[in-house]
């Protein structure tokens, strides 16, 4: 079964530093990750994903991550942190099974990213 | 947008009632999905959908069905609900898939609605 563990109920970063928000996954087959974030009282919106490739893949707002494999990881990764990028980030996957598959997508519990002036 | 609406956007009932969540979408999308978001526990996966009547049970199946006799309609019911479900429940849709899904191809991410906020005193 696949799974997403985010360890990181919140990250707390000075603005115009760097932050990391950690995730990673078990999946069976190859995975397809995904990060997402919300701001307050709205749904998600997609940021990057991952399918095959480059182990660093760009994504919205300035936010990159990159895929590690060995680790199982998936980290979301921005070089200069904005106090406008405050908000809930969601780490997810699914098990790869091609394009035109139905499959599951489970994410995990979500990280609150808070940005100080 | 997506074009995915959510109805209704607020709901209060009793337990024991029976509930109704309709998710709508524009897109013509082969994939639907049904999450409810919860403090601690992120997004967890109810049921979803990969076309007209085909359904399969997600990670917190229990206590919920789903109808899709529609392409742009996918229904989520509490049969009977209970405190345990109040929560915030977001429906989802992906393209691809076939001749359902519209140009460009299926980039795999999700599509959120706006979220439906039911409590159940």
């Known amino acids: 079964a696949q799974s997403v563990a985010q360890p990181e109920d919140q990250v707390n970063v000075a603005e115009g530093n760097p932050l990391t928000v950690k995730c990673t996954y078990s999946?069976?087959?190859?995975?397809?990750l995904f990060w997402y974030v919300q701001y307050p009282n709205r749904g998600l919106q997609f940021l990057l994903k991952y399918i095959t490739g480059d182990n660093l893949v760009k994504g919205s707002y300035g936010f990159e991550a990159e895929f590690n494999k060995s680790q199982t990881s998936f980290h979301l990764k921005k070089p200069s942190a904005l106090v406008s990028d405050s908000a809930l980030y969601f780490c997810?996957?699914?098990?790869?099974?091609?394009?035109?598959?139905?499959?599951?997508?489970?994410f995990g519990s979500g990280t609150r990213l808070s940005i100080r002036p | 947008d997506a074009g995915i609406t959510q109805s209704p956007r607020h709901k209060v009932t009793e337990t024991g009632t029976p509930v109704t969540l309709r998710c709508h979408q524009t897109?013509?999308?082969?994939?639907m999905y049904w999450y409810r978001q919860d403090p601690g526990h992120g997004l967890r996966l109810i049921h979803y959908s990969y076309g007209v009547k085909d359904t399969d049970k997600g990670e917190v199946s229990d206590g919920y069905s789903v109808s899709r006799s529609k392409t742009e309609d996918f229904l989520l019911t509490l049969e009977s609900a209970t405190s345990s479900q109040t929560s915030v429940y977001f429906c989802?849709?992906?393209?691809?898939?076939?001749?359902?899904?519209?140009?460009?191809?299926?980039?795999?991410?999700?599509?959120f609605g706006e979220g439906s906020r039911l409590t159940v005193l």
């Open positions: 999946v069976s087959g190859n995975p397809y």
């Open positions: 997810a996957v699914r098990d790869w099974k091609g394009y035109s598959s139905a499959s599951k997508i489970i």
């Open positions: 989802a849709i992906r393209g691809g898939g076939g001749p359902l899904s519209r140009p460009p191809p299926n980039t795999g991410e999700l599509f």
């Open positions: 897109e013509n999308h082969r994939y």
